[in-house]
């Protein structure tokens, strides 16, 4: 009898990670949807006009911004990360893998501030000095996303690496090729579905990422197809104007972070998809 | 003499395969019962049918009665029917933590909390497996430090400490030193007048040595069963004596 | 193998050696830096006194305590939550459509993003439920954050135990509530406190949930309904408004420092726990 009840209790608790997220989805939806409503889709999402205290609320500028900095940083983080992968999987000695791979995770453990302050002290000035503009630009913000989503990829590839049947590498280096050719054409087809799993949810991450972006992004509200360009991305414009938004405003900023959720998660479910599918 | 356990028509399938096939079979109390037969005879399975620890396996369906002192193991509270027959299993496996915590666990999930009582407890058991001498010195240091027979006696003692009527044995001296299997059937010759065992072995002269009666087990089918002098000396079925005399096995 | 096969893997191992070397050379930069111009800042008047004029001058003591209560405050809410919901999917239930749901919960709620955590503890805690910017706020709103991490690594921890302890627990008798609490928890603990501990690690870090729901204000709080400012929000504060640079980098070592140990500690315990099922 006691025990009927334990189990039953812990049902109910074991659902608050799906209730926590539906009443995350409930409340910014209640908040956002009337807004778009209101100020009708197609003026929402394509059109450029943001001037919240005159009541436009057009957030291309916004996804625009999100879309050059998070594929700048996918293209950077994406492609160094799997080089890192490659050498933590088949060319570091056993030993020194132990090692890489704690300091890795400590990557990400790094405050995401941090990583935008230095940003700012460090590669706004440089990038300034070497290529012009103002140096906050969506090269200054792809870079340190970059780097953040380094651990994400790193990790997930390493596991997608690593779950290649042995006998796959055995059989290639068994009629001849090195390693690195093995690694090259036989694991990492091996693994692709896997490795793009890892880049799609690394993409998810730096499409959500706020602290790092606001600080070294711009915030300009403009559309540049220039790297060097400053631009705001939608999250750096919920929270900068969060602090002092009402009405409205505040409604269009949930309304933003709608578009947001949705956008992740889209992506989280296809690289979960994507991740299942090679089971 | 009075039956503790009674199978009738016993038949145990696990995902449609035939483990067990129509089981007849009385067990009586105070007696030691081997079960001797090759592997993936069923004997497992009909020991785990007993204190339904087969119901936590997928797919398995049991039909046909299995009773202990008169009412089928289905109807008795499950809990209690573990306390009632009690189970070694055939590699020892002591429970992370101190040799007293080891024997203590049975007593404490009942609710004995009193640590006078649980003292008490734990050196009966304890003497009862006959390994009392070896560790009440360091009844608090780690029950992984003990050796291979040991360990088995701790689990003997763990088993005795919740006070069962049935022990049940599965292999238990498989992997042990001679010495450590002596000691142990030694410990079921004295503790035979007040419980009641049934012997699950591989070693057919281990089940010569100690047992009252024996039952020969085969693909799942009882063969025979009688008392062990004549299952060894003038079996009546000739898969049995195939068995015992090691033309098969 | 041909001789060009295997120069083109030299120069390939090259490559990828100096990438990885790269990487590591970031990390080092990041603390480095941090270190070499926070470190000399870190003094006891800095760590306890309080902030004067909005932390130009004076130290951080308050933000200290808040960092302590909001993600102590996120561990316990989440710890119970995050344990129970791994039982459940490992001792009481077999894989099915509702396990699957359960999962995915948590899956996703791993992926939300850290703003839409502060929307969300912003409209219901702050506003809805009427907690004003607070700690409370905060922290249940970085329970949420850090529930799928505990989740996952207590379920792993969970699963590690060898079924045949659950067996000798259930032979005497034990039922399946006594045997998850006196045999599978306390033998899963270091692993699950290796995720509680990453998790606390995080509600460190975080800044973009905190700063909507727990406030910024430099007072000392007396109680969790009081709001407060968190070392990475102050630390965020103090570099975009330029306040205090030398407090900035101040704030951003000690903040690192902690980061460090805590993400060091939760390697020793899994060190310790692997070394143990051996």
Known sequence: MREKLIEKGLLLVALSALGSLLLIALFIFVEGVPLIVKVGIKNFVASTHWAPTKGSFGILPMIIGSVQVTLLALVLGGGLGIAVTMFLAEFAPRWSVAILKPMIELLAGIPSVVYGFIGVMVLVPWIRRSFGGPGFSILAAGIVLGIMILPTVIAISLDALRAVPLSYKEGSLALGATRWQTLYRVMLRAAKSGVIASLILAMGRAIGETMAVIMVAGNALLISASPLAPVRTLTSNIALEMGYAAGDHQKALFATGIVLFVIVALLNTIAILTMRERK | ?249 | MTCRALIIQRLVWFGLALLTFLTLLVLFFIIGYISAKGAPVITPEFLFSLPVRMGKEGGILPTIIVTLYIALLAIVVATPFGVGTAVYLTEYSRESALTRIIRFGADALAGVPSIIFGLFGFILFVIRLKMGWSILAGGLTLAMMVLPTIIRTSEEAIRAIPYQFREVSYSLGGTKSQTVWRVVLPNALPGILTGVILSLGRSVAETAAVIFTAGSTLRLPRTILDPGRTMAVHFYILAREGLSMERAYGTAFLLIIVILLINAFSYLLMFRLTRRLK
């Not at chain 2, 089940?207 to 039952?215: F, I, K, M, Y």
């Open chain 2, 1 to 249: 003499m009075v039956e503790k356990i009674v199978a009738r028509d016993l038949k145990v399938m696990v995902y449609k395969k035939p483990i067990l096939q129509n089981i007849n079979l009385t067990v009586m109390a105070q007696e030691i019962l081997a079960i001797i037969g090759p592997a993936h005879s069923g004997k497992t399975t009909f020991l785990r049918s007993i204190n339904r620890l087969l119901e936590n396996q997928l797919g398995f369906i049991r039909s046909g009665e299995l009773l202990l002192d008169n009412r089928d193991v289905k109807q008795w509270d499950v809990d209690l029917l573990r306390r009632r027959v009690g189970m070694i299993f055939a590699t020892p496996i002591p429970l992370p933590g101190t040799i007293f915590d080891n024997v203590a666990y049975g007593p404490r999930l009942k609710g004995i909390r009193n640590m006078h009582s649980l003292a008490e407890i734990v050196e009966k058991s304890l003497r009862a497996a006959f390994l009392w001498d070896e560790v009440k010195d360091r009844l608090f240091s780690s029950a992984l430090r003990l050796s291979g027979g040991q360990q088995q006696r701790l689990c003997i003692a763990r088993t005795l400490a919740v006070e069962p009527e049935v022990v049940m044995m599965d292999e238990p001296c498989s992997g042990l030193d001679p010495i450590s299997t002596a000691q142990i059937e030694q410990a079921l010759r004295e503790l035979k007048a007040n419980y009641t065992f049934i012997l699950v072995t591989n070693n057919v002269k281990q089940a010569a040595r100690v047992s009252d009666r024996t039952a020969f087990f085969l693909n799942g089918e009882l063969v025979e069963i009688g008392p062990t002098a004549q299952i060894f000396t003038a079996p009546k079925d000739k898969r049995t004596d195939d068995y015992v005399s090691g033309r098969i096995g």
